[in-house]
């Protein structure tokens, strides 16, 4: 097997259990957002060191959105993850994401959406609007 066998044998291994949980996460959590009705953005956005895994808008308000995926409430809330230093990195990257647009004038807000399973399946979706504001020093509008 040469090089490009390698290379594909790689892409055949399946996900780890994470990460095959955080995909279903996500989908889980894009599919209730558009039934609540947001218009789905984009998933997945990338700049820096940061990432936005879902970007919606709910009429005039932008609205990124942190998924967490747990199979397990046992010692904490998934949300609270959702730390100081994970605010400031979705922060930088929602202000990279605005700049693409070109700065429009739009409110914006930041939700969680918690995905809670159970033998590999959905067992619970809570969405938890405008959970924190752009981090300091960060401001936009």
């Known amino acids: 097997m040469g090089l490009l066998g390698t290379i594909l044998n790689e ?13 279903l996460g996500e989908k889980a959590a894009r599919r209730h957002l ?3 009705g947001l218009k789905f953005l984009t998933a997945n956005f ?21 998924v967490k995926t747990r199979s397990s409430e046992d010692w904490v809330r998934p949300a609270a993850a959702v730390d100081a230093d994970k605010k400031r990195l979705i922060s930088q990257c ?13 409110n914006i807000r930041f939700d969680i959406v918690e995905v809670l399973l159970e033998d590999g399946a959905v067992r619970e979706i809570r ?10 020093p960060y401001h936009y509008g």
Do not use: Q, T
Request: some cysteine; hydrophobic content about 45%.
């Open 127 to 136: 969405h938890l609007p405008n959970m924190f504001r752009l981090s300091k």
């Open 94 to 106: 929602a202000l990279a994401y605005l700049r693409l647009l070109k700065y429009p004038e739009i």
């Open 11 to 23: 892409f055949r291994k399946p996900l780890p259990v994470h990460l095959r949980h955080g995909v």
């Open 34 to 36: 558009r039934k609540a």
């Open 46 to 66: 990338r700049a820096g060191r940061g990432e936005i895994d879902l970007v919606f808008r709910d009429g005039e308000c932008l609205v990124f959105v942190e």
